[in-house]
């Protein structure tokens, strides 16, 4: 079975900090996702990427930041948060080719005060 | 033209009842329409799927109808039991090695006993 895990399920951080969030994926996958969820907004994608060090800008990637150094692990970063990101976070991966299925984690839920 | 949208924001259905969701694109270059279930707590995970060379598909109580013309689809579950309750996300994608989805904005449903 892919497992997809997220570092934290529920994160409280104030308004300016530097927040990290985890993700990693045991399943060898060469593409992965960050993904924000909101009531009635559905998922919005913030950043993906498609190899190590290789990103690309999603649909709403302003105040955001990732890193992918390793295959399995992709870092979503907000470099000064702010209470508008408040919301669930969702890490997915998905090989390249073949079937499109993502496999998503289970989610953090990040407060910004 | 690269939204989805989908509609109802929730629905509640009696068990044994056929609730119906439904979803339109306008991108004609999709060619990967699937189907997300989310429980609470959980990550997304993939339920059925369809690619626009058919106009049905069936998996088990699930079925997803293909209307290509209208550029809609949608997701009917058949004698529908309180553990759908869930939160159904709609997507569509262009297949390619990323497999990016763009995703609509989700249906609540809640199955009463």
């Known amino acids: 079975d892919v497992k997809v895990t997220q570092s934290s399920r529920y994160l409280v951080k104030r308004t300016g900090e530097k927040v990290f969030l985890e993700c990693v994926q045991d399943?060898?996958?060469?593409?992965m996702f960050w993904y924000r969820q909101d009531p009635g907004l559905g998922l919005r994608l913030i950043y993906f990427?498609?190899?190590?060090?290789?990103?690309e800008k999603g649909d709403i990637p302003e105040g955001y930041s990732v890193s992918r150094e390793k295959k399995e692990r992709f870092s979503l970063i907000l470099e000064s948060a702010s209470t508008n990101q408040t919301s669930m976070y969702l890490c997915?991966?998905?090989?390249?080719?073949?079937?499109?299925?993502?496999?998503f984690g289970p989610g953090t839920r990040l407060t910004v005060l | 033209q690269q939204q989805v949208k989908q509609s109802p924001q929730s629905l509640i259905v009696q068990k044994g009842g056929i609730p119906i969701i439904n979803c339109a694109y306008e991108?004609?270059?999709?060619?990967?329409f699937p189907w997300y279930q989310q429980f609470p707590g959980k990550g997304p995970a993939l339920l059925i799927a369809?690619?626009?060379?058919?106009s049905e598909k069936k998996e088990g109580r699930f079925t997803i109808s293909f209307n290509k013309s209208a550029k809609q689809f949608s997701l009917h579950i058949m004698d529908s039991q309180p553990g759908d309750s869930a939160t159904y996300f709609c997507?569509?994608?262009?297949?390619?090695?990323?497999?990016?989805?763009?995703f609509g904005q989700g249906t609540t449903l809640q199955v009463k006993p």
């Open positions: 369809i690619r626009p060379d058919v």
């Open positions: 990427s498609y190899d190590v060090k290789m990103k």
């Open positions: 997915a991966s998905r090989p390249s080719g073949g079937t499109d299925t993502q496999y």
């Open positions: 997507a569509a994608a262009r297949s390619s090695n990323t497999g990016k989805l763009i």
């Open positions: 399943m060898d996958h060469e593409n």
């Open positions: 991108n004609t270059a999709f060619d990967y």
